[in-house]
């Protein structure tokens, strides 16, 4: 077969079925958790193309390319992450190129762009990361803008069979940037159907009383099909229907209206904002703007809402309070609350609202304050007790919650409740 | 060969090398993450037992029966996770039996513990349940403390060579209860060689530089042997030594003494330690208190802290200056600095570290303002550019970083080198 035969056979190959094969000794060792598994599954579910086999191997020539031509002997789409680096045990990259039958040749232009990257960051370039420019001849090279390592795209014929190869650097967030960007849309070029989902996100309701509630939906419908799925603190319903191409009719919206008609309240979003985002949003439509007063998450709540763009529109800041003398000196929280009713009550929730309200001069003001363990519980508090309340210039609502979970999860339920509050504070939903 | 014979090398065998099987279409599909891996590599890491691939295959017959067949053509343990439950996808169990060779046999000792397990927690097993009492002959059958689902130890032979098939339940907790119970007393018996692992952690230096300064230790050692690897903002260094048994003489410190002696000043722990867990510990054991003044990264530097169990003894809160406004109101940041230099400056985080130290009475204040993006940037202060102080007793000191990769990635370094600053101040290391 010609190159030009084989280059129009890539053109128009349907990619059905992929397979990820993780490189790193790091994985095998259980030194680190392979996530990009996970997130690059979920793409490819989402892209409609089936996964059969993860595999993990470590960083040993002869394994890694045993690997690979078990991969291609069955499958459409290879994705390896992880060892493309600049150190001895990188080896992915060359290993592929073998494998695939492609020599590595040197790319003067992304060389610059590693030392560019150094540069950068203020730093020079080593000798050893020449390594990285080196990629496949007749292969996209995929850019990295979130770190040093290039990825590929390496399209060719095995055994007649058109076959991808991708190589995606192994720091998750490389990992995911570079597929998105990079990967996701030539895929979309080689698919034969796909899959439209919608999610709604719910909070505020528990995974079996949703399913309670619209069991008879999931049981009637196949397409789109519904899928409830429970993660902390939050339902998520997935809508998903199979479409052959773009022109299919719309079957999901039908289905959605049912789903809000049983659900409208708890639902806080239809789409990908987290609800954070949702909050964010509702402020900034409003042209509002929120302060929080945190004790037992310490930040976590400011720390999530600091991680969206944008977001200095309608955030003043905070006050983590985590000593007692912090509530009274930072938030005017008076000391007869502090010495009555203690630090993890109703009258020191509002009054921490209130305060950091007062303090930032915001429109509403967020306070929480509890036991995230895993001491200072007891039997009239015990650990997971949590108060939170919204102070706007109408007074001050509050919730008391108990919370199961250790530590961590505590203080991740706590943040969530407290978004949840002020959104429906601001819906006039009710506590 | 006869029964007894086979017995017989199977109390002797050695296991050398291990591999993990995952069952669920779960983690194909990307529902779930694979980290029983994770979990289990380490297990066998520490019992010096090699593991050189890990899989997930999907809850089909024909796929899981190869599976099994590969890897006891090439592994003298095969431990698989998942697929034990009720349902007619579960089908670890019938396929590990298959392709062992042995029949499922019903154990009516088993099935009492399953209808005992429900019936403590108020529910009646169903009749599906009783599949879950379906196990392999000549096999060790492993108690589930957690769980309904028992697992199962198969010793055989495959082509004259000793092999074990272990099967574990998916659910994290029940698989590594599991393990540490039942199946970690056995192979003990079984194993040859021991690991001895420690890892050095270091911050303030990159991969390669790391690489370049001990390449020469890295090539001359076997035993114990050196990789580096790299996450955000940190290199590890892993030293391991093969040991035949616990009397073997240490070869890792005379090693670990040559690393510190060319890097120690970056290595921040020597175990298990994150950064912020070290700078508790190293206030703790000073008596002293923090505070924080957070911008860009608006309480993720608190909120690490404040996931630390026992970190109130240390820590007194902080406050997140979103706006100018906070900046001056709450930590006295003067005007004039704001107007001339901006809250992106030297000054600016010099002026919040000591603010926040003297508001809140602390021993140290910790700042952090700067430009996490994607907006916000200019030519003289581009995205990534942030400014970290710390204020003490003898005065403050400050350090600009520029920093590349997106917002939630400049959030984590610049949060991580605020520790690290702390840290180096704490023990007057410089900046």
């Given amino acids: 077969m ?41 793409q490819l579910r989402e892209l ?18 045993q690997a690979i031509h078990t991969a291609l002997s069955r499958t459409d789409l290879l994705i390896m992450t992880g060892g493309l680096g600049p150190t001895a045990d990188d080896i992915s990259m060359a290993c592929a190129a073998e ?35 080196m990629l496949p001849e007749d292969s ?25 190869v991708v190589l995606l650097p192994g720091p998750p967030l490389e990992n995911h940037l570079m597929f998105q960007d990079y990967v996701r849309p030539v895929l979309l070029k080689h698919t034969r159907h796909q899959l439209r989902s919608v999610f709604l996100h719910l909070t505020g309701i528990g995974e079996s009383e949703v399913e309670t509630r619209i069991q008879d939906l999931i049981k009637q419908q196949s397409n789109p099909t519904i899928a409830p799925y429970c993660s902390e603190g939050e339902v998520t319903l997935r809508l998903t229907q199979l479409c052959t191409d773009d022109q299919d009719p719309d079957l999901i919206t039908p289905v959605k209206h049912e789903l809000y008609a049983r659900l409208g309240q708890y639902v806080y979003e239809e789409g990908e904002r987290r609800l954070p985002e949702v909050v964010k949003d509702l402020l900034a439509s409003k042209q509002l703007t929120v302060s929080f007063a945190e004790s037992c998450t310490a930040g976590l709540m400011s720390s999530q809402f600091g991680d969206l ?68 519980g007891s039997t009239e508090k015990p650990v997971g007790t949590v108060w939170i309340a919204v102070a706007d210039s109408q007074g001050v609502v509050s919730k008391l919650h108990r919370f ?13 409740k407290a978004y949840d509050l002020l959104r429906r504070r601001m819906l006039n939903l009710g506590e």
Same sequence: chains 1, 2.
């Fill in 2 to 42: 010609t190159e030009k035969n084989e280059m129009d056979l890539l053109k128009t190959a349907q990619i059905d079925s992929a397979e990820i094969l993780a490189v790193g000794t790091e994985l095998l060792m259980g030194q680190i958790v392979n996530t990009n598994a996970a997130y690059l599954a979920q």
């Fill in 48 to 65: 409609g193309i089936s996964s059969y086999y993860q595999t993990v191997v470590g960083d040993n020539h002869a394994r890694v390319i």
């Fill in 99 to 133: 494998a695939c039958g492609r020599k590595l040749v040197f790319h003067p232009a992304e060389w610059d762009k590693i030392t560019a990257y150094f540069a950068r960051t203020g730093r020079k370039a080593a000798e050893i990361n020449r390594k990285q420019a």
């Fill in 140 to 164: 996209l090279i995929l850019p990295n803008n979130n770190g040093t390592a290039p990825g590929a795209l390496i399209p060719l014929l095995w055994q007649q069979q058109p076959r991808f």
């Fill in 309 to 376: 763009p944008g977001v200095s529109q309608v955030f003043l800041g905070s006050v983590v309070s985590y000593a007692d003398s912090a509530k009274e000196n930072l938030l005017q929280v008076p000391a007869f609350i502090l010495r009555q009713d203690g630090a993890v009550s109703q009258s020191c929730a509002q009054a921490m609202a209130v305060g950091c309200r007062d303090r930032f001069g915001s429109d509403y003001g967020v306070s929480i304050t509890g036991i995230a363990g895993p001491d200072g």
């Fill in 404 to 416: 199961q979970g250790n530590r961590a999860k505590i203080r991740r339920l706590a943040a969530l």
